[in-house]
């Protein structure tokens, strides 16, 4: 069954339904990522890479299987630490890895950096924001790659 053929009910109920999350959870979550922050730097974790998180996910596991209930730094149970470092991984696997969220979309932070980043000789970026051929100053628009209208060029 595909989508078109599937009744998906009203949008509402398509859309993520976050009063569905144990809040108490989510906050000791928070807290972790916040401890984080304080003892490294806010968003450190992401220049780690996958292997770094899954190391981090087994060691916070085994202090779980071993029946610690109190981390050393934090002295909130190992499972908060498991959480935030899926959470971890999984921005590593989606959003770092593939430039991609977790719906197949490209988060405009992620496309606008790489557009520049890669087309640093091609295009630019003007005082409002708009990316601009180098040659000739025009606005491109994106269609498999940056059209140029009036240079008449496509950049991969």
Known sequence: MNNETRNLGPEWERKPQFSLLP???????????????????????????????IDKIYRHMGEVHAGVTSDEDTQMHPIFHVCATVIMLAWV????????????????????????????????QDELGTICCTRCGSVLEREGGFRCEKCEGTEQ
């Open 23 to 53: 809040w108490d959870i989510i906050w000791g979550i928070a807290q972790v990522f916040s401890f984080g922050a304080t003892k490294h730097s806010k968003g450190d974790w992401k220049t780690h890479d996958a292997d770094y998180f």
């Open 93 to 124: 696997l989606t959003i770092k890895g593939t430039g991609m969220t977790p719906e197949g979309r490209v988060p405009w932070s992620v496309w606008r950096e790489s557009i520049l980043k890669e087309k640093e000789n091609l295009v630019h």
